[in-house]
Structure formats: C-alpha cells, structure tokens
C-alpha cells in the first residue's frame, strides 16, 4: 500500500504555529546568550503575539474543518484565539516590571507563556477529545512551571505542587471518560461522537460515564465547585502576573473547550448533562462568593471571585443555545480584561516585590493615590457587575440567555450570589475610600511604570466602553456563533 | 499460542481496577512522589482501556491514542519531579502535609 502524505492546511494552524516558533526563538536566544536584555525577549513575544494575531486576522472568513478533522476554523476558534492573544498581551506588559521587582526575571518565563498561549488556543480550536486533551496538557504544563517560578518563595512552590497534583488528576480524569467515549462511539471526533451518541446501539451507560468524567476533567480546569480546592492555593501562591494570565487565559480556553465538547459531542444528551451542570453552577457561584467574603488577602479573595465568575459563565452552557454561547464569549473576553486589570492593579500597589496583598494595606488608598484607586474601584465594580461597567452588560446577557432558555430558577439564584459577591467588592472600595490613610508613611507609595500604566489604561478603557457601548463587542460574539459550531 | 481466549471485556475491568487503586492512592497517601506514582497508574489504566477497546473495535485509533498518552505522561513526569524536589529542597520532606501555607 504506498503511502499518501496527509494534506495539512497550514494557514489553519499558523497562529499556533506563530506562537510555538516564537517561543523556540526566545528559548534558543535565552540559551545561547542567557544574559540578553529581557526587554527583548519581552518585546519578541509581543511580536510573536502580533503575527499570530495577524494570522487570526487572516482566517477571519475561513469556516472549515481541517487536519482530518480534528481542529475545527470556525467564529468560536477565532473568537478564543481573540480573547486569548489579547490576554498573553496584556500578561507580558504587567510581567516585564513585576518579574524584575521580585528578582525572578529569568528569560525562560517568556517561552513558556507563549507555549501556554499556544495551548490555549489549540483547546478553543480542537474538534477532537484526542486534541483537547494535548492542548490542555500543553497550557498546564507550562503553567505548573510558570505557577512555581519563584523558586525561592514557599508559597509559590506550594502553590505549584497542589496545582499540579491536582492538575494531573483531573486529567487522569478527563482521558478516561476520552477512553470510555472511544469505546462507545468508536471515534475521538467531536462530530463522529454526535451521531453515534444519537445511535440507539450505543452504549448509554457507558456513556453517561464517560460524559461524567469528561466533565470532571473541564470542571477542575475551570475551577467550579467541588473541583475548585486547588484555584486558591494556585493563585496565592503564583506570581501576581501569573495568576492573572490563569484566571484570565486558562479559564477562557478550558471553558470554550468545555462549550465545543458538550454541545457538539454530546449535544444529543443534552438533558441528561443540564441538571447535572445547573447544580454545579449554582454550587460555583454560591460556593466562590461566601468563601470570598472571608478572605484576608487580595489575591485570594480575586481567587474565590474568579470561582463565582466560572459559575457565571457556566450559566451560558445550562442555557444550551446559541445566545448562551455568544454571552459566555462576551463575558470571557471581557472578564480576561477586567480580571488582568484588577491584578495589575495589585501589582502597581507597591514599588517594591511585594504587593499590598492584606486587604488592610489598601486603608485609604484612594486618598492619596486617586488615579490608582479609581482604576481598582472600576475594575471592582465591573467584577461585580454594576453599570456601566463591562460586568453588568456581560451578565445582563448570560441571564437572557438562560431565560430564553425557561432557566428562570437558576438565574434567580445567581442573582442572589451576586448581591453576595457585591459586599466583598464594595468592602474593599470602601477600605480604598473612606478609610483614613495611616498617619505614620509606613507605606511604600505605588510603583507604576509606563508598561503597568499601559495595561491599567488599555482594561480600564475596555470595561468602561464595553459597559456603556457593547453592541460592536455583543455583534461580534454572536457572529462568532451564528452559523453555529462547524463540523 | 495461548490454549484458551481471554475475553476482552476482563481487560476493561482490569483498567478500571487499575484506574480505581490509583484515585484511592492519590487521595489517602500523603507522599507526593507517591500520589505522582498513582497519578501514573491512573494513565496507565487508561492505556490498558484504549488498547483494549482498539482490539475491540478492530480500529487502531485507540493504540495510537495510547502513544500519545505515553508522551504525555514522559512530559508530565518531568515537570512533576522538578517541582517535587523544588519543594523537597526547600521543606526536606516530600509530603503534602508539610505543604501547610496556604489555606483557606
């Protein structure tokens, strides 16, 4: 039998492409030359950003399954890759200055970004369980590394192991109902798994198991509840810029991954996997906003936050429509912004390597540092989802979509856990405004540099125009979606 | 030759017993080199069911399938080991109950 070369559509990878030989490129120039201004690594990765954003610029009208199947161009690919190049952007720019300050700044950080950003977009684009799951592992391997970067701060260690023990479990988790979906349908692919599903032949309890673990395996990813344990201890313990890039990034990929895999795969159990998913986004949702209320430190109240916010999002797939999936990429976009935003605003709180991280050090921040304040309290308000910010009209959406979809009960109820999560967020505004500053100047002042103001500007500007002019933004999610998930 | 059959259903249930000692481990022990080692029987049992439903379905996906799961798990241990003695240089122990900072 001769051999017959696969045809491989190129064009259809190259933003991964783009992003891989970047981090090659940096790998190799850190290699050869370990004492090369960081600067350049920085602004290289920038670059390899922009031209895989070009590339994504390109596929624009390309709807298409290609490399046999297995990664799907379609509005919802690109769409991903949008929210996830903007969210790598943006990480470099609050790295650079941070990585210095804590004395971490080693030239490795770079690659592995644009490996997990690679990742990334390979989880929003794949349309096969086989795919998925290399992406995943891709992005987590990268992150487990960038999570323990400080390799001299206890809790960044700490952080690493617990995220990567669990980590590894959950994906134990996700390849056996990937086996057990293989064993019943006979196929990896999304589209070839639908139409068995729909065969009465199949085997449903092996695939109701199946579909269990595979949503165990998202769920740990994107950090819902009961699978949330390890989120708080991975985001304390990382570098402040890296737990911005995972509650941003990581949470985007994993959920449009979780979005493809269960409405095109397992669309046709649709009704057995909803109850089950309206359980565990109202336990999310409730669960991350009691637990954020009793937090003492900023980035671990972020942490519970970025919990409920997943059960937010996981609203949208509940919902099971076509407006549930353009709301949820609405929100996952403007989430990366605002949450990116709330974290470098916690790294500009301080000009030394360490941050204001107790909620006390903010007593009165905004009296003396106004600009700065202001920027925390908007991206405050935003996360809680008051006008006019960007939160609010994100989920005004998620809760239309789930009551066009008679999911009256569970948008009651998130609702309820957003007046809860209010208090939190509210708390910290009035600790930034209302408290005295403390008398004696025990506190370091802020620390911005032009890269940090950038990116406080660009989020700070996002979530004010896509709270009050969303159309443009609401437009192009569900563009994203109108013709539906290809394949 | 082997003198009788094996059916291969009793290999799927050699995967998920494998499978099931390797979740029991990963949640009782406290050694982390010793969860890692469950973790790796988790994936192994997985291998042991991909190749068994590839028999099954006369379909070689499933084998190749497991080529992949290999690397990964290679990747996996590599990553996984170097944290684990990150943090064994730092606290000189290997156990999770030492890793105490963060919490709640």
Same mark, same amino acid.
């Given at each position: 039998?001769?051999?017959?070369?696969?045809?491989?559509?190129?064009?259809?990878?190259?933003? #991964?492409?783009?992003?891989?030989?970047?981090?090659?490129?940096?790998?190799?120039?850190?290699?050869?030359?370990?004492?090369? $201004?960081?600067? *350049?690594?920085?602004?290289?990765?920038?670059?390899?950003?922009?031209?895989?954003?070009?590339?994504t *610029? $390109?596929?624009?009208?390309?709807?298409?399954?290609?490399?046999?199947?297995?990664?799907?161009?379609?509005?919802?690919?690109?769409?991903?890759?949008?929210?996830?190049?903007?969210?790598?952007?943006?990480?470099?720019?609050?790295?650079?200055?941070?990585?210095?300050?804590?004395?971490?700044?080693?030239?490795?950080?770079?690659?592995?970004?644009?490996?997990?950003?690679?990742?990334?977009?390979?989880?929003?684009?794949?349309?096969?369980?086989?795919?998925?799951?290399?992406?995943?592992?891709?992005?987590?391997?990268?992150?487990?590394?960038?999570?323990?970067?400080a390799?001299?701060? #206890?809790?960044?260690?700490?952080?690493?192991?617990?995220?990567?023990?669990?980590?590894?479990?959950?994906?134990?988790?996700?390849?056996?109902?990937?086996?057990?979906?293989?064993?019943?349908?006979?196929?990896?692919?999304?589209?070839?798994?639908?139409?068995?599903?729909?065969?009465?032949?199949?085997?449903?309890?092996?695939?109701?198991?199946?579909?269990?673990?595979?949503?165990?395996?998202?769920?740990?990813?994107?950090?819902?509840?009961?699978?949330?344990?390890?989120?708080?201890?991975?985001?304390?313990?990382?570098?402040?810029?890296?737990?911005?890039?995972? !509650?941003?990034?990581?949470?985007a990929?994993?959920?449009i991954?979780? *979005?493809?895999?269960?409405?095109?795969?397992?669309?046709?159990?649709?009704? $057995?996997?909803?109850?089950?998913?309206?359980?565990?986004?109202?336990?999310?949702?409730?669960?991350?906003?009691?637990?954020?209320i009793?937090?003492?430190?900023?980035?671990?109240?972020?942490?519970?936050?970025?919990?409920?916010?997943?059960?937010?999002?996981?609203?949208?797939?509940?919902?099971?429509?076509?407006?549930?999936?353009?709301?949820?990429?609405?929100?996952?976009?403007?989430?990366?912004?605002?949450?990116?935003?709330?974290?470098a605003?916690?790294?500009?709180?301080?000009?030394?390597?360490? #941050?204001?991280?107790?909620?006390?050090?903010?007593?009165g921040?905004?009296r003396?540092?106004?600009?700065?304040?202001?920027?925390?309290?908007?991206?405050?308000?935003?996360l809680?989802?008051?006008p006019?910010?960007?939160?609010?009209?994100?989920?005004?959406?998620? *809760?239309?979509?789930?009551?066009?979809?008679?999911?009256?009960?569970?948008?009651?109820?998130?609702?309820?856990?957003?007046?809860?999560?209010?208090?939190?967020?509210?708390?910290l505004?009035?600790?930034?405004?209302?408290?005295? %500053?403390? %008398?004696?100047?025990?506190h370091?002042?802020?620390?911005?540099?032009?890269?940090?103001?950038?990116?406080?500007?660009? !989020?700070?500007?996002?979530?004010?125009?896509?709270?009050?002019? %969303?159309?443009s933004?609401? $437009?192009?999610?569900?563009?994203a979606?109108?013709?539906?998930?290809?394949? | 030759?082997?003198?009788?059959?094996?059916?291969?259903?009793n290999?799927?249930?050699?995967? +998920?017993?494998?499978?099931?000692?390797?979740?029991?481990?990963?949640?009782?022990?406290?050694?982390?080199?010793?969860?890692?080692?469950?973790?790796?029987?988790?994936?192994?049992?997985?291998?042991?069911?991909?190749?068994?439903?590839?028999?099954?379905?006369?379909?070689?996906?499933?084998?190749?399938?497991?080529?992949?799961?290999?690397?990964? +798990?290679? +990747?996996?241990?590599?990553?996984?080991?170097?944290?684990?003695?990150?943090?064994?240089?730092?606290?000189?122990? +290997?156990?999770?109950?030492?890793?105490?900072?963060?919490?709640?």
């Amino acid at each position: 039998m001769p051999f017959v070369a696969p045809h491989i559509a190129w064009h259809g990878i190259a933003p #991964e492409l783009a992003l891989v030989g970047g981090a090659l490129v940096a790998l190799l120039i850190d290699a050869v030359k370990p004492a090369v $201004d960081r600067r *350049f690594l920085a602004g290289l990765s920038l670059a390899t950003i922009g031209l895989a954003a070009w590339f994504t *610029f $390109d596929l624009r009208d390309t709807r298409a399954v290609i490399m046999q199947g297995t990664l799907a161009v379609d509005g919802v690919a690109l769409f991903g890759r949008l929210i996830l190049l903007i969210t790598a952007a943006m990480t470099i720019l609050i790295s650079y200055h941070y990585l210095s300050r804590r004395r971490i700044h080693r030239g490795e950080y770079y690659p592995l970004l644009l490996l997990a950003t690679s990742g990334m977009t390979l989880l929003a684009a794949s349309n096969d369980l086989l795919l998925s799951f290399l992406a995943i592992e891709t992005l987590s391997l990268a992150l487990y590394v960038m999570v323990g970067f400080a390799r001299r701060d #206890e809790k960044s260690q700490e952080g690493a192991l617990k995220y990567f023990l669990l980590g590894a479990f959950s994906s134990a988790f996700l390849l056996y109902g990937i086996a057990l979906t293989y064993g019943a349908t006979g196929s990896t692919q999304l589209s070839v798994i639908s139409k068995q599903a729909a065969v009465a032949s199949v085997d449903e309890r092996l695939m109701f198991v199946a579909v269990a673990m595979i949503a165990v395996g998202f769920a740990f990813k994107v950090a819902a509840v009961p699978f949330h344990m390890w989120s708080p201890d991975a985001y304390q313990g990382a570098p402040t810029s890296v737990t911005g890039f995972m !509650a941003a990034g990581t949470k985007a990929a994993a959920f449009i991954g979780f *979005f493809r895999v269960f409405l095109v795969a397992f669309g046709a159990l649709q009704w $057995d996997w909803r109850p089950v998913l309206w359980i565990v986004a109202v336990a999310t949702m409730a669960v991350g906003s009691l637990l954020a209320i009793a937090q003492t430190d900023v980035k671990r109240m972020l942490a519970y936050s970025s919990i409920a916010h997943a059960g937010y999002v996981l609203i949208g797939l509940v919902a099971a429509n076509r407006d549930g999936v353009s709301a949820a990429l609405f929100y996952l976009l403007i989430y990366a912004v605002m949450v990116l935003g709330a974290f470098a605003a916690v790294i500009v709180s301080a000009p030394g390597g360490s #941050e204001r991280l107790s909620l006390a050090e903010w007593g009165g921040i905004g009296r003396r540092y106004p600009v700065f304040g202001g920027a925390m309290t908007l991206f405050l308000l935003a996360l809680a989802g008051l006008p006019p910010t960007s939160g609010f009209t994100g989920k005004f959406l998620l *809760f239309a979509a789930a009551i066009k979809a008679h999911e009256n009960a569970l948008v009651v109820a998130a609702t309820i856990t957003s007046v809860v999560a209010a208090f939190f967020y509210v708390r910290l505004i009035v600790l930034i405004w209302l408290q005295d %500053p403390p %008398p004696d100047d025990g506190h370091p002042g802020i620390g911005p540099t032009p890269a940090l103001i950038t990116s406080l500007g660009i !989020a700070a500007a996002a979530t004010i125009v896509f709270g009050v002019w %969303p159309q443009s933004l609401i $437009d192009l999610a569900r563009n994203a979606i109108s013709h539906g998930f290809v394949g | 030759m082997i003198g009788y059959a094996v059916s291969p259903a009793n290999f799927l249930v050699l995967g +998920a017993l494998l499978f099931s000692i390797g979740v029991v481990g990963v949640l009782t022990r406290k050694n982390a080199l010793v969860m890692f080692m469950s973790i790796e029987l988790m994936l192994n049992a997985v291998n042991l069911t991909f190749v068994t439903f590839s028999k099954m379905r006369q379909n070689l996906d499933g084998q190749v399938l497991a080529f992949f799961v290999i690397v990964v +798990a290679a +990747a996996e241990a590599v990553v996984g080991l170097a944290i684990i003695v990150s943090i064994y240089r730092q606290k000189r122990s +290997a156990s999770v109950d030492e890793a105490s900072s963060l919490k709640w």
